[in-house]
């Protein structure tokens, strides 16, 4: 029996063209992926059809791109065609965000439940594509395929270092490329304020800019370099836009009660000692945090809610809550008697009543909170005394934890409660550490030794790139890439067919495209 390759190297021989002949490696390896020993040769007739055409347009200027075939999207005809097809009763089958895609000699045909899967399936299909001088060919495959998991994020930190629409737009795109649906943007934190609330402009205006920024952590050189940068409501709006015509969500995080630094610098009444203080150019946990027992300082956080659920369509609103330092709740009187007198007994028990009031505030809006590990009043960090989290009060039910902090007995101890889990596990997942692909690649967001009950709790998987140390793009980039790619594969490929041999033959596909991209990455 001739192998696919024999019959692409007759095939080749018949079309007068050397055709690159490999294996089908792609990124995010799909759930079934078998080879046909066929090949569809594109030329300036092949045409794109069917009853899903925004994925018809993405995929015209996709292949116009990489081919320089422009590809009309009226095709009627059955033979020398990529058909998309939308077909609502492939639900039970492929789920919100599976496809099928087989492609032969007349063409291609890639099905899905949702335009969403479709787009997926398109994806899929840009990596068959192989091309030698003019002659552009996709390999004849039948793939059935769907995602493990359904929250499959990458979160960009611009609090600490501001990016810019482009480099935003940027990795939305090579997201898309990748098949990750969730795109958690950090907006706000002690260094910085990103985002235009109309109803506060001193948080733009002012909780923007800083002096300078710290080098590296506990160094005493700073870049006397003013930086500054926000995105105005209409800014964030087109990048909405632009992430949903690729099936990407955008998640905000607006970090409360801690990290709040550039929010007291613009309204300083916003803390406890209503002290007038300069957006911090050292990096790390500070001490300002939101006076929570202010009931305006409470209306002051429902109104930037408010106005961030207007911009955002997601259901998921990220909160932070991670890294409070009690200093100045516990220093003081006003909050030591509101504590009293609402029978909280540590800093940990307010802050869970805190955010609690904030789940309610969004589940009355139809969202859904969203927090790091510390929401769940656990002690992670030694500038906190034992006692400031020990207490009685409990997160609210229904709420997402988000672990950066990834111990089995952390994530079991949250899923036993009935909490929903995305796993963030710092070691593994972030991407201003130094660890090697392979690391990254070697990361599962069920934890080993979690019993089985519990594994539909994990929600999925999140890449944190954080940016302290990411003065400009090409720094950034050439962290995310092409660890990007890894985690990837955590979120969509089953362990079963995971193969770190096979995911690296799959790369040199990326590091072309980011090579025109003009992305910096480093190459493994």
């Known amino acids: 029996m001739q192998t696919i390759f024999q019959r692409l190297a007759a095939l080749s ?74 077909n609502s009763k492939l639900l039970t089958q492929l789920g919100q965000e599976g496809y ?68 935003v737009k940027q990795l939305l795109e090579e997201m898309s490329v990748l098949k990750m649906n969730t795109f958690h943007w950090h907006l706000t934190d002690d260094q910085g304020w990103r985002i235009e609330i109309k109803k506060y402009p001193l948080l733009a205006q002012v909780g923007s800019h800083r002096d300078s920024s710290q080098t590296a952590f506990n160094s005493k050189v700073y870049r006397v370099v003013k930086h500054e940068g926000f995105y105005t409501q209409e800014q964030i709006r087109d990048i909405i836009q632009y992430a949903a015509a690729r099936h990407i969500t955008i998640v905000p995080e607006i970090e409360m009660p801690g990290h709040a630094s550039a929010a007291i610098a613009a309204y300083p009444w916003l803390g406890t000692r209503h002290e007038q203080i300069a957006v911090p150019a050292q990096f790390g946990v500070h001490y300002n945090v939101f006076n929570v027992t202010d009931p305006k300082v409470i209306t002051f956080l429902q109104d930037v809610l408010q ?28 909050v030591v008697r509101y504590m009293r007198a609402h029978q909280l007994n540590s800093p940990a028990d307010l ?84 660890f090697k692909l392979d690391k990254a690649y070697s990361f599962d967001p069920v934890p080993n030794g979690l019993e089985s009950q519990y594994e539909n709790k994990i929600l999925g998987s999140g890449c944190q790139m954080w940016g302290e140390f990411l003065p400009d793009v090409k720094t950034m980039t050439s962290r995310v890439f092409p660890r990007l790619a890894a985690y990837a594969e955590a979120g969509w490929t089953s362990t079963g067919n995971k193969d770190y041999e096979r995911f690296k033959k799959g790369l040199p596909f990326f590091y072309e495209r980011w090579e025109k991209a003009g992305i910096i990455f480093q190459r493994q």
């Open 13 to 86: 021989i018949l079309l007068g063209a050397t055709i690159q002949l490999y294996a089908v490696n792609i990124i995010p390896m799909p759930a079934e992926v078998k080879e046909n020993g066929t090949i569809f040769t594109l030329s300036p007739s092949t045409t794109i059809s069917g009853n899903s055409p925004a994925e018809a347009a993405y995929l015209q200027a996709a292949l116009e791109q990489t081919t320089g075939l422009h590809l009309p999207t009226n095709g009627k005809g059955q033979t020398n065609n990529i058909r998309l097809e939308v």
């Open 307 to 334: 106005e961030v659920m207007g911009l955002f369509p997601s259901r998921v609103i990220h909160i932070g809550g991670d890294e409070v330092k009690y200093d100045q709740w516990k220093a003081d009187s006003g």
């Open 351 to 434: 802050q869970i009543a805190f955010t609690n009031s904030i789940s309610n505030f969004l589940a009355g809006r139809n969202r859904r909170m969203m927090g790091w590990n510390e929401i769940m009043g656990i002690k992670l960090h030694e500038y906190n005394d034992a006692k400031d989290v020990a207490g009685k009060e409990k997160l609210a039910p229904g709420t997402i934890v988000q672990f950066w902090k990834g111990d089995l007995s952390l994530i079991r101890d949250a899923v036993s409660k009935g909490y929903d889990v995305v796993n963030s596990y710092h070691s593994f997942t972030y991407l201003d550490y130094d």
């Open 100 to 167: 099928t895609l087989h492609s032969d000699a007349k063409g291609v045909l890639i099905r899905a439940a949702t335009a969403g899967g479709v787009f997926y399936g398109v994806q899929s299909m840009r990596q068959l594509v192989a091309t030698n001088g003019n002659v552009h060919t996709i390999t004849g495959v039948d793939i059935t395929d769907k995602p493990r998991f359904g929250w499959r994020s990458f979160m960009l930190d611009e609090a600490r270092h501001f990016q810019g629409t482009a480099a």
